[in-house]
């Protein structure tokens, strides 16, 4: 069966002096790294630290104020639209959080729906139903295979609730719901948050047996994995590095502002989903 990914190569993403200033100070700034098509690029740092602001500017949902980046032949920020085309989110607390009440047939059934009429060409639309339909199931049991959710080891199944599901399998059928626009990068908040060691591990295999389809994946985590392309919020120049590395462009703060500048973590964060889910 072929992946959810197969035909759509990932993005190359780059990044130089790129920043985000909110109503209370820097979110993140001086960042810059680059990374290849098909990379684990890593966003590491404390919370409160611009990850998630971050992630959601590489993936289109938010316009960085200083600096430039590029996902694929897109540039940033004037082609957020054209960023958001091609990139999925994965699970982002408080911009596309799961309804817990309902069961994961209907996640699927739902995202499916939302695919098949805005992310399809209009030929698609007009092709016999039967055919959109198994198209859809082969597209739904792809994207579950590379997120590694296996439906019948659910408490009920299929119709299980997400309220009922642990925090791996909520990780894992977040990121289903993203593959099954086949993007070509995917972004995913909170990779590693309060998974045990067993989980991460698992957690961080999926994501890199994503890469090797091709899909470039940018990930938020307390700590990167082995071969990822990290990039560094919150942290001094020489504590930036790519991969295994020292890097010591990889991210510059910002040596200028004060420290009472810093965005206090809940607020900054509430603005930046806000917007978000604007977009």
Do not use: Y
């Amino acid at each position: 069966m072929d992946g959810p990914t197969d035909g759509a190569r990932g993005a190359a993403v780059t990044a130089e002096d790129f920043g985000l200033k909110g109503p209370r100070g820097w979110a993140f700034r001086g960042i810059g790294f680059r990374a290849e098509p098909g990379s684990l690029i890593a966003l590491e740092g404390p919370s409160g630290s611009g990850r998630t602001c971050l992630l959601l500017a590489l993936t289109g949902r938010m316009r960085a104020t200083e600096g430039s980046a590029s996902v694929g032949r897109f540039r940033l920020p004037k082609q957020l639209a054209a960023v958001r085309g091609i990139s999925g989110l994965g699970p982002v607390p408080g911009v596309n959080d799961l309804d817990p009440a309902l069961t994961v047939a209907e996640h699927l059934h739902e995202r499916a729906l939302l695919e098949r009429r805005f992310g399809g060409s209009l030929r698609g639309l007009l092709r016999p139903r039967a055919e959109r339909r198994n198209e859809t199931r082969l597209r739904v049991d792809a994207a579950l295979a590379a997120a590694g959710l296996d439906l019948e080891s659910l408490p009920k199944g299929r119709r299980t609730a997400v309220r009922d599901l642990e925090r791996l399998e909520v990780l894992r059928l977040s990121v289903a719901l993203a593959l099954i626009g086949r993007p070509r990068v995917l972004g995913v908040d909170d990779t590693d948050l309060k998974l045990s060691d067993a989980e991460r591990a698992a957690a961080w295999g999926m994501l890199t047996s994503l890469t090797d389809q091709g899909t470039t994946v940018v990930a938020v985590c307390s700590e990167a994995p082995d071969g990822a392309v990290v990039v560094r919020t919150g942290a001094r120049p020489d504590e930036a590095r790519r991969g295994s590395s020292e890097d010591p462009g990889d991210a510059r703060p910002d040596d200028d502002r004060p420290g009472d500048d810093r965005p206090d973590d809940d607020k900054e964060t509430a603005d930046a989903l806000a917007e978000a889910r604007r977009a």
